[in-house]
Nanobody, 116 residues
C-alpha cells in the first residue's frame, strides 16, 4: 500500500524558512514525485518535482531560487526546503507521486502559513 505522509508545516514570518518532509512507503522510491500546493480559495498549483530516474528537479517560476526539492533515499523522504517565504506561499502543501499520466497518490497535506 502506497503511503505519503507530510510533515513540517507551520506558521512563519515573511522572509522566514520552513522545511517540509514527505515520508514515502509502498513503492520503489523515489520514482517521480512532486510537491503541489493549494492556496485558500484557489486551485491546485504544482510547485516542484524530482525525477528519481533522471536525478533531475524542476520548479515553478514562483519558487525558483527560493525552494529546493531533495530526497533522502535511505529514509525514503521527499523534502522541500523553503526559504524567503512570502504571503503568497501560504497554502496547504501536498506530496504526490506521479503516475504515467497524472498524480496517482497524494498525502494528506500540511499547512504553511506565512504571516507577521
Amino acid at each position: 500500500e502506497v503511503q505519503l505522509v507530510e510533515s513540517g508545516g507551520g506558521l512563519v514570518q515573511p522572509g522566514g524558512s520552513l522545511r517540509l518532509s514527505c515520508a514515502a512507503s509502498g513503492f520503489t522510491f523515489p520514482s517521480v514525485m512532486s510537491w503541489v500546493r493549494q492556496a485558500p480559495g484557489k486551485g491546485l498549483e504544482w510547485v516542484a518535482n524530482f525525477n528519481g530516474h533522471r536525478g533531475k528537479s524542476a520548479y515553478t517560476d514562483a519558487v525558483k531560487g527560493r525552494f529546493t526539492i531533495s530526497t533522502d533515499n535511505a529514509l525514503k523522504t521527499l523534502d522541500l526546503q523553503m526559504n524567503g517565504l512570502v504571503s503568497d506561499d501560504t497554502a496547504v502543501y501536498y506530496c504526490a507521486k506521479e503516475g504515467d499520466y497524472s498524480f496517482d497518490y497524494w498525502g494528506q497535506g500540511t499547512q504553511v502559513t506565512v504571516s507577521s
